[in-house]
């Protein structure tokens, strides 16, 4: 079993900056795909960005590409989320996914674990 703790969320103002973990416990961290995903109310759940287990390849949804970095360190077993020029439209439950077959995708269904979210509000 793999457990996902997700922290570093909060209220900023647009244009603040916000450095999100997820720290994961269980199974072998190194050759897992980790992601992010945020969901808004109202709203389904969409991808936001993804790392393989090397770090050496990373996906972003266009609407973050620029501001969001995605990175990781596995001796510490943690996947950062480096969000910069924060938008009102970045307001989410932030939540951490990981595949443990090393994989990464755009798809939710995709992650088998996942951690129970943090919480990111963005003022205008």
């Known amino acids: 079993q793999v457990q996902l703790v997700e922290s570093g969320g909060g209220l900023v103002q647009a244009g603040d900056s916000l450095r999100l973990s997820c720290a994961a416990s269980?199974?072998?961290?190194?050759?897992?795909?980790m992601a992010w995903f945020r969901q808004a109310p109202g709203k389904e759940r969409e991808f936001v960005a993804a790392i393989t287990w090397s770090g050496s390849t990373t996906w972003y949804t266009n609407s973050v590409k620029g501001r969001f970095t995605i990175s990781r360190d596995n001796a510490k077993s943690t996947v950062y989320l480096q969000m910069n020029s924060l938008k009102p439209e970045d307001t989410a439950v932030y939540y951490c996914a990981l595949d443990p077959n090393g994989a990464i995708g755009w798809v939710a269904s995709e992650y088998d674990y996942w951690g129970q979210g943090t919480q990111v509000t963005v003022s205008s």
């Open positions: 269980g199974r072998t961290f190194g050759s897992m795909g």
